[in-house]
């Protein structure tokens, strides 16, 4: 063998790992592309995985997922996301999407409209919100001037304005708790970047289909009054999850598990109120979509099993990390590149959080103590930008989904704003 191909092969053992992980990336993305189906894709990326880093199919698959399903907290977590979807398709059958959009664009006319609707479900960091705002994005555009992939893009980007710092979110919670930041020291850092992603949807969002929004008609108006206080079941899940995860003891799973009791709680309140028939509730558990949307949520968790499997060598999270570190890439550089990935192959901010602030946070400590806050911020939002624009994050997926639009397709409408926040990241970090 020639010096040069032995040199070449040295080179890919040392950066197998990242390599890997992009084949599976690209695997996801193109297969999505070829049969338009997200769940054979996620399942082929996993399948690829399992593949190229020997991980044994049969511990993986009899072991390893049946270990991480039946934990407490997945048990919340898939219980959580059922129901929130389940009562996503009750608001719309009780009509309350149609009195939220008509409150809203009787007080906000206009633009406005578009950010308050999605931002005010973004509110509450249930998974899978988008589907909770988007059937309201969706009664905005009455007129049905904007097209679907656009709609998709607006409800997913504007749902996520609070996920900067807003004490609620976990991953939130995690960043500061790993940093050893106080919440409220690292949500006073990060909330000026609510301001610029609003900024940023509405520069790359909006305003190019400005003058095509119709205004609200008088007849859409009128629906304000078909059920009182449409905001009330948002208000029961709020009120439920804060105080439950304020004075309960730590358990796993907790912040799901208030997310359910109040959504069950709101979805019994909403069947009385609105008088919802039995026959209703037994077409929505029958809906083909509503149990779709529960395997693609599945198919992503075992993505982020298989990132995590231990091996001899570690996880494949950890291998990319250290394989990174390896080349003498600029720690500077690495602040955002790793959770950047982290975030895009892991759609959730718990999963960028967890997985890159570990070694983010070793890479930080070894520089100028001076910009120590001014760097975990450059390292959450980076995080933050690769899980806005992740194929696997799951807001995105049914947002898209809702609005029959390409998901790929739909990221041309995400890098504009998204590369605003992220220069804005960076420019913040160099002051």
Not at 289 to 305: A, T
Not at 412 to 421: D, K, S, T
Request: charged share 10%; with cysteine.
């Amino acid at each position: 063998m020639s010096t040069k191909k032995r040199s070449i092969l040295e080179n890919f053992y040392q950066f197998y790992a990242p390599i890997f992980l992009l084949l599976s990336f690209l695997a996801i993305i193109f297969i999505y592309l070829l049969l338009k189906n997200i769940t054979v894709s996620i399942f082929a990326g996993i399948v690829l995985l399992i593949f190229m880093f020997r991980i044994s199919p049969i511990g993986f698959l009899f072991f390893y997922i049946p270990e991480k399903l039946v934990s407490l907290e997945s048990l919340f977590f898939f219980s959580a996301v059922f129901s929130v979807m389940f009562l996503s398709y009750l608001l719309r059958d009780a009509g309350i999407a149609e009195s939220l959009v008509s409150l809203v664009r009787k007080s906000f006319p206009g633009l406005a409209s578009f950010i308050i609707l999605p931002a005010s479900i973004g509110l509450f960091p249930m998974p899978g919100g988008a589907l909770f705002s988007a059937p309201m994005v969706e009664k905005a555009d009455a007129a049905s001037s904007i097209s679907p992939g656009r709609k998709a893009a607006i409800n997913y980007w504007f749902r996520h304005i609070w996920e900067f710092w807003f004490p609620l979110y976990p991953g939130v919670l995690l960043a500061a708790n790993l940093s050893g930041m106080s919440i409220w020291d690292f949500g006073r850092q990060n909330i000026v970047f609510t301001f610029i992603s609003v900024f940023a949807g509405s520069l790359f969002l909006l305003l190019p289909v400005r003058k095509s929004i119709k205004p609200a008609v008088s007849s859409m108006l009128k629906e304000t009054n078909k059920l009182k206080l449409p905001f009330l079941e948002i208000i029961i899940i709020i009120t439920t999850y804060s105080t439950g995860y304020l004075i309960s003891p730590p358990f796993p799973g907790r912040g799901y598990a208030f997310l359910l009791l109040g959504t069950i709680v709101s979805a019994l309140i909403l069947i009385i109120r609105s008088k919802i028939r039995f026959s209703n509730i037994k077409s929505i558990l029958k809906f083909k979509k509503l149990w779709s949307f529960m395997l693609i949520v599945l198919l992503i968790k075992i993505y982020g099993f298989v990132l995590a499997v231990p091996t001899r060598e570690g996880s494949i999270m950890q291998l990319i990390s250290e394989q990174f570190l390896a080349t003498g890439i600029s720690p500077y550089l690495l602040i955002i590149i790793l959770p950047l990935i982290s975030g895009l192959v892991m759609g959730i901010a718990v999963g960028f959080v967890g997985i890159s602030f570990p070694l983010v946070l070793g890479i930080i400590a070894s520089l100028p103590g001076d910009r120590i806050d001014a760097y975990i911020m450059l390292a959450y939002i980076s995080g933050y930008i690769g899980m806005m624009l992740s194929p696997l994050h799951i807001c995105f997926i049914v947002s898209s989904e809702y609005f029959s639009s390409s998901l790929i397709k739909n990221l041309r409408y995400l890098i504009g704003p998204a590369a605003v926040i992220l220069i804005s990241a960076i420019a913040f970090a160099m002051v």
